[in-house]
């Protein structure tokens, strides 16, 4: 018999683009690694407010530079961003609150169809440019995911459930509590020890806290098709 495969814990939210990167490498590696890999909807702007911190974009010099560095780490990952063209409005003003309850709910329910729903939803927002606020525009990204039209209407009436509000609460402080100041985090359980590494560029402190192998972003045995 093979080990007990590691928890991983991805703490993530779709209006941060370092989040989709993280998300795609573990999605890549979860079936390489022994890990068993939990994807954990979160939301930013409550962890922003606990830890006391603020988005790149507010400060003009780290703005420009994120840019940049999201455009050359989409080349180098292999993940399809694209800047909205009116990138604060998207992400300053009308944020990801309802599409991260929705995605709350979908783990809830539906935890099989959890990874699907939410690459649909960044692929709206940081690919396509297209609103991921609005229900009609969240059960378009969940049938695209495979999702009956029946089953996203349902999981999108309880978003405003206390069940939903409180689920991505709690995950939410969890992550503050594993010491979150912003998105993505990466927790890993191993043995008595749990190790959080913050960003999308710790995949190869990851493989060497893991014992495993980094074959880089894209391993040999995986055609990312996005």
Known sequence: MGSVPRTLELF????????????????????????SLQLQPTLIGGIMRDSG??????????AVYMRSD?????????VPIHFPKDFFSVILKKGSLTAMRFLTAVKMEH???????????????????????????ILAAAEKAGMSMEQAQELLKRVSTPQVKNQLKETTEAACKYGAFGLPITVAHLHDETHMLFGSDRMELLAHLLGEKWMGPVPPAVNPRL
Do not use: G
């Open 70 to 78: 999201v455009r050359l780490l989409s080349q180098h990952l292999q």
């Open 111 to 137: 935890p099989e169809m959890l990874e699907k729903v939410s690459r649909e939803l960044w692929m709206r927002v940081w690919s396509r440019d297209e609103d991921i606020t609005e229900p009609p525009s």
């Open 53 to 62: 911190n603020q988005p790149p974009a507010m400060l003009p010099r780290k």
């Open 12 to 35: 993530y939210d779709v209006l941060s683009p370092y989040s989709w990167l993280a998300f795609e490498v573990l999605c890549r590696y979860k079936n390489i690694w022994n890990v």
